[in-house]
C-alpha cells in the first residue's frame, strides 16, 4: 500500500514538474529577410527611451549603450545591460531574431526569459519590421566594452523558469490593433505610447506580483523603484492640460502650470525631444483622449517639504 502511494506521488510530482515545464518554455517568433530602414530605426530608438536606461550612468553620450544603471524593485536590483554593439558584452553577435525576440517576447538568444524590468510587455505591440529596423539603427552606435554585473535578486525571484509563468498570467503578445473609427494620428500615438514608449510600465499601479492593474492603467501610483510618486496622465490627472501643451511638455519637459519634469522624467524628455513633431503630436492626442480614471493616492507631502 505504502508503495503504491509513494509510486502515485512521484507520478503526480513528474506529471506537475512536466506541466511547469511545459508552461514556462518560451515560444520564439519567426523573422523572415528584409531591408532595414535606419531612419525609422532611429525614430523608434528615440520613442522608446532606450539611452535613457541604456546608456552608461554619469557621461554625457546619450549613445553609448554600454549598461550599468541600477533600477531598484520590490523583488530586487535589476542591472541595464549592455546593448552597443559589442562583440563581446554588448548584442554585436546576436542575429535579427536573436533581437525580435528579446524585445517582442522577452526570450534570450540562449532561449531563456528575460525579467519583466526589461518592458518587453509594452514592446510585444510593436510591428516586427519596425523592432528590425531598430536592430539596424543600434548596430550603428559605437561599441561600448563592459560586462554588466548580474541582477540582485533573492530567491525565489531569481529563477528565471518562474518568468514564465508571470508572463502567462500578465502578458498578452497580440499585436497593436489600430482602431478604424479613430484618425490615423491617434492610431499613431496609441501604437507609441502603449508600444515603444511603453509608458504604462511607469504611469499605471502594479498588484502584489508585479503586473500593472489594468483599471487604474496610465493613473499613476508608486515609483517602481521605490522613491517618490508617478504622475496620473489620464484625464483624471492632466484634464486641465490642452493636446499643444502636452507635445510641448513631450519636447521641453515644461507644464503649463510652470513647472518642469524631474527625476526618472528628464531623460525620457530627452529622448522624445529627438521625436519629429508629427510624432509627438499623435502622441498628445492620444493621451488627451485617455479617460478619466481614478488611481491610488499620493501619500501627503510632510510640511516643509
Given at each position: ?22 508552461l ?6 519567426a523573422v ?16 522608446g ?51 525580435v525576440?528579446?524585445v ?12 519583466p524590468?526589461f518592458?518587453?510587455t509594452?514592446y ?13 539603427y ?12 548580474d541582477?540582485?535578486?533573492?530567491f ?10 508571470w508572463?502567462l ?8 490593433v ?30 502584489l ?7 487604474q492603467?496610465f ?7 521605490g ?8 484625464q483624471q490627472?492632466i ?5 499643444k ?15 518642469s519634469?524631474?527625476g ?9 525631444a ?8 499623435a502622441?498628445a ?21
Amino acid at each position: 500500500m505504502l508503495r503504491r502511494t509513494l509510486l502515485a506521488a512521484l507520478i503526480a510530482a513528474l506529471a506537475a514538474f512536466g506541466l511547469y515545464w511545459w508552461l514556462t518554455a518560451p515560444a520564439a517568433l519567426a523573422v523572415p529577410p528584409r531591408s532595414p530602414d535606419l531612419a525609422n530605426g532611429q525614430e523608434l530608438f528615440n520613442a522608446g527611451g532606450c539611452s535613457s536606461c541604456h546608456a552608461v550612468p554619469n557621461q554625457p553620450d546619450r549613445l553609448r549603450l554600454g549598461g550599468g544603471l541600477a533600477l531598484g524593485s520590490p523583488f530586487g536590483t535589476f542591472y541595464v545591460p549592455n546593448i552597443s554593439p559589442d562583440p563581446t558584452d554588448g548584442i554585436g553577435r546576436w542575429s535579427e531574431a536573436d533581437f525580435v525576440n528579446a524585445v517582442m517576447r522577452g526570450i534570450s538568444p540562449e532561449g531563456t526569459h528575460y525579467f519583466p524590468a526589461f518592458p518587453y510587455t509594452s514592446y510585444h505591440l510593436a510591428k516586427i519590421d519596425d523592432v528590425r529596423d531598430l536592430f539596424a539603427y543600434l548596430k550603428t552606435l559605437p561599441p561600448v566594452s563592459g560586462r554588466v554585473r548580474d541582477h540582485a535578486l533573492p530567491f525565489p525571484f531569481n529563477i528565471r523558469r518562474n518568468v514564465g509563468i508571470w508572463k502567462l498570467l500578465f502578458m498578452n503578445t497580440g499585436p497593436f490593433v489600430a482602431d478604424a473609427a479613430r484618425s490615423p494620428q491617434w492610431n499613431r500615438g496609441a501604437y507609441l505610447v502603449n508600444g515603444f514608449g511603453h509608458c504604462a510600465e511607469c504611469h499605471s499601479p502594479r498588484n502584489l506580483l508585479g503586473g500593472i492593474i489594468t483599471a487604474q492603467r496610465f493613473a499613476g501610483g508608486p515609483n517602481p523603484e521605490g522613491e517618490g510618486w508617478v504622475p496620473n496622465i489620464t484625464q483624471q490627472g492632466i484634464g486641465s492640460w490642452s493636446e499643444k501643451d502636452i507635445a510641448d511638455f513631450l519636447e521641453t519637459g515644461d507644464m503649463p502650470e510652470g513647472d518642469s519634469a524631474s527625476g526618472a522624467m528628464r531623460p525620457v524628455i530627452k529622448n522624445l525631444a529627438q521625436l519629429t513633431a508629427e510624432d509627438r503630436a499623435a502622441m498628445a492626442a492620444y493621451l488627451k483622449s485617455l479617460p478619466p480614471v481614478q488611481g491610488p493616492t499620493p501619500p501627503k507631502k510632510k510640511e516643509g517639504g
